[in-house]
């Protein structure tokens, strides 16, 4: 990929016919699975845990699509997996096993990854049967990355880490976890000294997963602490020191994508659904209003998905993508409650879909980073610091 620029650039892009051809086979993969038993829809959407759905799905070539076909990869382009992602979003497809793997740590491995690391770990995502969290974020230092705090020491042929991840999305039931942490001393240069490894969550002593609830009573969220836990050198992802580098460009893979406006797509649907055309002119215009909102994201994050087809590394424009996707995904199920109240709406299952969606929705803010680390990234692009 080509190096990071500082200039905005949203250009025009439009899915192929292979993308538009590719989301008419999948919506048959969907509808099949389904009548199978292998999944039914699910309010979490992405987050939603189903093991055998996505080793359904990497049994079809519908993981690592975008990868080598050296590693079982498909070969085909960001624009193509992101009609497949729409669909499977849409679709309210239980996807978390595979998710992050597929989505990100894969992409981070194939990049910086020895090769004996891409043929041990790569195989496994694109069958749909390994899965992977992310261990950035730790206590008190929110979405501020350069102030980690965890450590890695040499030791011998290994490295023994100490500190603490929290939010980690799926620690307690994920095979590996990617950690970001500081194998250097602080200095000057807050973003030097920073590395990545490869956590086994099964195998790694001194190594423990503690749970978070939210207030809807799910547990999604984990507390990972390493207490001097092991890890041999094979573990290193990337050089030591190059951590920075590698998580900006693991980021600008999880910012712009579509699930950072569709995740409650469910709730807007359902709720027209329920309305029909019945709706009265003031509840039609906020539907409206949400529905114009959601097409100006959906053309943002195409073009992001075109960026990184062309090599390139949007930090910038998939901030934007992020920032925007949290205040609509939050926006969508309060304005949906309103519109409910004033048309008198007494269908349970969508007023329990829309409850969830707010009691969840402050969620948003710290997955992928926190509004005001992301409106920082956009300010230095656009140089206004």
């Known amino acids: 990929m080509k190096a990071p620029q500082t200039h905005l650039r949203f250009p025009h892009t439009v899915l192929p016919p292979s993308a538009e051809q590719l989301r008419v086979e999948f919506r048959e993969f969907l509808a099949k699975e389904k009548e199978a038993g292998t999944w039914e829809r699910s309010r979490k959407s992405w987050g939603g845990w189903k093991p055998g759905f996505s080793k359904a799905l990497g049994e079809a070539g519908y993981l690592g699509m975008t990868w080598p076909k050296e590693y079982?990869?498909?070969e085909r382009t960001y624009l193509e997996r992101y009609a497949l992602t729409e669909e499977m979003l849409a679709a309210g497809a239980p996807s978390g096993f595979h998710w992050i793997a597929d989505r990100q740590s894969g992409p981070v491995i194939l990049r910086f990854g020895t090769e004996d690391q891409k043929r041990r770990y790569l195989p496994g995502i694109i069958a749909g049967e390994t899965s992977f969290c992310i261990g950035m974020s730790e206590p008190d230092s929110g979405s501020d990355l350069a102030s980690v705090r965890t450590r890695a020491v040499r030791d011998g042929d290994g490295w023994r880490v100490t500190g603490t991840k929290i939010w980690?999305?799926?620690?307690?039931?994920?095979d590996y976890c990617i950690l970001f942490c500081r194998t250097e001393e602080p200095s000057e240069k807050r973003h030097a000294g920073l590395s990545q490894f490869i956590v086994d969550l099964g195998a790694t002593e001194g190594l423990t997963v503690r749970p978070i609830f939210n207030i809807a009573g799910s547990h999604d969220f984990n507390e990972v602490v390493f207490d001097n836990a092991y890890l041999p050198n094979d573990c290193l992802l990337g050089e030591p020191g190059n951590g920075w580098e590698q998580v900006t460009s693991e980021l600008s893979l999880e910012r712009a994508g579509p699930d950072r406006f569709l995740t409650n797509l469910a709730v807007l649907s359902d709720l027209v659904g329920v309305l029909g055309d019945g709706a009265s002119?003031?509840?039609a215009r906020a539907i409206g209003r949400l529905f114009s909102h959601l097409s100006v994201l959906r053309k943002a994050s195409i073009s992001v998905a075109g960026l990184l087809?062309?090599?390139?590394l949007p930090n910038v424009e998939s901030a934007i993508v992020k920032d925007l996707g949290t205040a609509f995904q939050q926006e969508l199920p309060a304005i949906a409650r309103v519109v409910a109240s004033a048309e008198r709406v007494d269908d349970a299952a969508l007023l329990d879909l829309i409850e969830n969606a707010i009691l969840v929705s402050p969620?948003?803010?710290?997955q992928g980073g926190t509004t005001e680390i992301l409106r920082g990234i956009i300010a230095r692009g656009l140089r206004l610091r």
């Open 168 to 174: 980690t999305s799926n620690a307690h039931r994920a």
């Open 72 to 74: 079982g990869g498909g």
């Open 363 to 366: 969620a948003y803010t710290i």
């Open 309 to 312: 087809e062309a090599g390139e």
């Open 281 to 283: 002119t003031e509840s």
